[in-house]
């Protein structure tokens, strides 16, 4: 389904006769239009206070045509529902690059969140290994469209910006933007075997109560519950059990009687599979839990069709439910199934145990090729990624993965396939050095079939036959290259489409400085960190765009970077060269602190500083939108959107967009309960407390804060930040509560507990206060 454009898009002024607020600034910035002419710029300010909307409004009034031309602003990210696998604290999980951006985004006008214990699997740029490396930040902007871009096996989804990987003719990794690419490119994909040794699974959480109460109420006995057998703390997997839970995921359904008596079913083809049922009773007697078998009939012909079996155990039913589905799924079905994230870190030989546990849902041979199928999508993509970290070649369809071995002769692997333009055009150039027919192994690529890709058992017969006693240094070096390429864990995926799609929401993109890319899509493609904030992106897009020629009236062009002071050191310095080589280019770098931009680039730069807009500029704003949409606001509403906005309209826009999503008539109590914040009497009542040394008043207040509205324990400490102003106590005692606000948002920042240290502010609060009656 297209959704309507978020507000912020919806109503951002395409001219600057439209801007609000940032009178002196405008005037300056239709000077320039008028003229035609105008210096590089530095906009700098608090977010939401109008530095983008000027700068693509100033663009829109400047270049009437040809805007695509003349101005670039620099956004490149995939779409939210693209695959990725990530490592969080020792745990490897296949999820979507948006499920990992929606634990980090907690504020809604926010362009970049930064991350902590995040891992992303990506590619060691010199040996091609495949590792995970740290994720610096995640950044996202809204889209209208998108590619979607079909593969050999598989699909990726990203914005016509964003960059991929592939190999060029040295053999090195090289970005290329989406739009640039064509059907028959050769994309870079992988199968490799990463390491992982978890074996131990904490269960406890799932456990049954162990003890039961009998007896009148004023006369309660508790007594150990007969009804629970087994409890496990924890469980450890061996073969035996990383089968047995593949072959849940195949067979097996969960039931409840209430939430206390859980069994698990699994249900296997009588007689044939009879094997099965023996090794997954055998894998629940391990575990301590009693299992039935019994045969079942088909209603038609009455016949015994298949054997059930029943593992009587509340716990494990209570960890496959929630370890097997999607957690957001009310219905646990075969809709809602996943491959459970401990499977991803296990060792190897027993993912592979779980993949065999899984065939029964597959057709073929394990060891030659298998077709697993299955309606949930999820599931499909899950088993492929399992695959690829786990060695084994496998590609993803319309309700099938499949895994094809090496010495399959039914299907070839693709991950056995290298682009054969690289070593063609190294052995044409040591031709006569080489001392054997080299074009006899590479026929079907020079002549016939005129194919792209080669095996690299092919290629490596031909690199270990060149004499290298014949070679120059340099001829050896690249030699050695396409030897570490033969021999690594990557290979090439042929584009079999490519189509524009309709999107209109946020698109993400994550940051990994130590390789600038990572591993995404439905099977594992290799995508670049597109996050224009790394010397590569200086170099590369915002060089090469420099270098063209206009198409609008107006000759000079504009680069708009936004985020600009975010930009590494020496993206700033490159970016300083590109401003002293291309002149006819202007820059509009977007900041929110102008200090962390570096002197050369200030030096060539006109500096605006954007104020936080006033209640008269944002009270417009409102009622703009209040026409437009149709909306009943009270007086108080207003009020309580001006509070939360605090100056920035990008916040203040979002929350009234949420608040109108319920209703027509707004109230200041939907505005303060959609922002998650408080009323400032709230914060002020609280702070008053604590002052008055009533800290168990001052703790409820601040249990109703955390649990009733929700807020975080950085907006609590900003809000009192806000409200210490506005408190009739002494100036001195303010001084120390600020100081105090200081020391314990830190604290928090730098990992401690949240509840803790809020507490521990209000008793430091009540001391203060003492020691300065």
């Not at 690059?97 to 992303?120: C, Q, R």
């Not at 703790?699 to 009739?728: H, P």
Request: glycine share 6%.
């Amino acid at each position: 389904m297209i959704l309507d454009l978020p507000w912020v898009e919806k109503y951002r002024p395409h001219s600057l006769n439209e801007i609000i607020g940032q009178k002196l600034i405008v005037e300056r910035l239709k000077s320039f239009v008028e003229r035609g002419n105008f210096p590089s710029m530095i906009f700098a300010g608090s977010p939401g206070v109008g530095k983008t909307a000027c700068a693509i409004a100033m663009a829109n009034d400047l270049y009437k045509e040809g805007l695509n031309s003349a101005f670039l602003e620099l956004n490149a990210s995939v779409m939210p529902d693209t695959p990725v696998l990530v490592r969080r604290k020792d745990n490897i999980e296949r999820t979507t690059i948006g499920e990992v951006a929606s634990a980090y985004f907690t504020d809604s006008n926010k362009k970049y969140a930064y991350t902590t214990n995040l891992e992303v699997l990506t590619i060691d740029k010199k040996d091609f290994k495949v590792k995970f490396l740290p994720v610096n930040n995640i950044s996202r902007h809204i889209v209208e469209r998108i590619q979607e871009i079909k593969l050999d096996g598989g699909s990726i989804k990203t914005t016509s910006e964003h960059s991929v990987i592939v190999l060029n003719e040295k053999c090195e990794l090289e970005s290329r933007r989406a739009s640039d690419l064509h059907l028959g490119d050769l994309l870079i994909t992988f199968s490799a075997s990463i390491n992982s040794d978890k074996k131990e699974i904490d269960v406890s959480k799932f456990a049954p109560n162990r003890l039961t109460k009998l007896g009148p109420a004023d006369n309660l006995h508790i007594f150990r519950n007969p009804k629970v057998g087994t409890v496990l703390d924890t469980i450890r997997i061996n073969d035996g059990l990383a089968w047995f839970f593949g072959s849940y995921l195949a067979e097996g359904a969960i039931g409840f009687r209430g939430n206390t008596s859980g069994v698990v079913i699994l249900t296997y083809a009588y007689p044939e599979e009879y094997e099965y049922v023996a090794r997954s009773s055998y894998a629940a007697e391990m575990l301590g839990f009693n299992s039935h078998p019994h045969i079942i009939r088909s209603g038609s012909s009455g016949n015994d069709s298949a054997i059930q079996l029943t593992v009587s155990s509340t716990q494990l039913a209570r960890f496959l439910k929630h370890e097997f589905y999607e957690a957001e799924s009310s219905e646990k079905n075969a809709h809602s199934k996943r491959v459970p994230s401990f499977v991803f870190s296990m060792p190897q030989e027993l993912r592979h145990k779980f993949l065999q546990g899984y065939a029964g849902d597959a057709t073929g041979i394990w060891g030659d090729y298998l077709r697993y199928t299955s309606v949930s999508k999820e599931l499909l993509i899950d088993t492929a990624w399992l695959a690829r970290i786990s060695g084994l070649e496998s590609s993803t369809f319309d309700r099938e993965t499949r895994i094809v071995w090496k010495k399959s002769s039914s299907f070839y692997v693709r991950s056995e396939l290298l682009p054969a333009e690289p070593f063609i055009t190294f052995m044409k150039s040591i031709n006569e050095k080489a001392g054997f027919n080299w074009r006899y192994y590479l026929r079907h690529q020079l002549y016939c079939k005129k194919s792209g890709r080669v095996s690299k058992g092919i290629l490596k017969d031909i690199l270990i036959r060149v004499r290298l006693n014949s070679l120059s240094e340099d001829e050896r070096n690249r030699l050695s290259r396409l030897m570490t390429l033969v021999d690594s864990d990557i290979a090439v995926t042929e584009i079999k489409s490519i189509k524009l799609k309709e999107h209109r929401g946020y698109v993400y993109d994550f940051a990994v400085p130590d390789s600038e890319m990572f591993w995404g899509g439905t099977i594992p493609i290799l995508l670049h960190n597109s996050d224009a904030r790394g010397i590569d992106v200086i170099r590369e897009t915002v060089k090469e765009f420099a270098k063209t020629i206009s198409m609008a009236k107006v000759p000079v062009k504009i680069i708009f970077l936004d985020e600009a002071d975010a930009l590494t050191s020496d993206a700033q310095h490159a970016l300083r060269r590109t401003m002293e080589n291309f002149p006819s280019t202007r820059f509009i770098l977007s900041a929110n602190y102008a200090s962390k931009i570096i002197e050369p680039i200030q030096s060539r730069c006109v500096v605006f500083r954007f104020r936080p807009l006033s209640e008269e500029d944002m009270r417009t704003y409102v009622k703009r939108i209040e026409i437009a949409e149709k909306l009943e606001l009270s007086e108080k509403a207003r009020e309580a959107l001006i509070y939360v906005g605090d100056g920035d309209l990008r916040r203040l826009t979002n929350v009234l967009q949420s608040a109108a999503m319920q209703h027509k008539k707004i109230t200041d109590s939907s505005i303060y309960d959609t922002a998650a914040k408080a009323r400032p009497k709230e914060i002020v009542s609280m702070l008053n407390y604590a002052i008055t040394e009533d800290f168990l008043n001052a703790r409820n207040e601040l249990d109703g804060l955390m649990l009733r509205n929700g807020m975080s324990a950085e907006d609590i400490l900003t809000q009192c930040y806000k409200e210490v102003q506005n408190l009739n106590i002494d100036e001195r005692l303010k001084l120390e509560i600020i100081k105090d606000i200081g020391e314990y948002n830190f604290r928090i920042v730098e990992g401690a507990n949240e509840r803790i240290q809020l507490e521990a502010m209000l008793a430091g609060l009540a001391l203060a206060a003492k020691r300065n009656k």
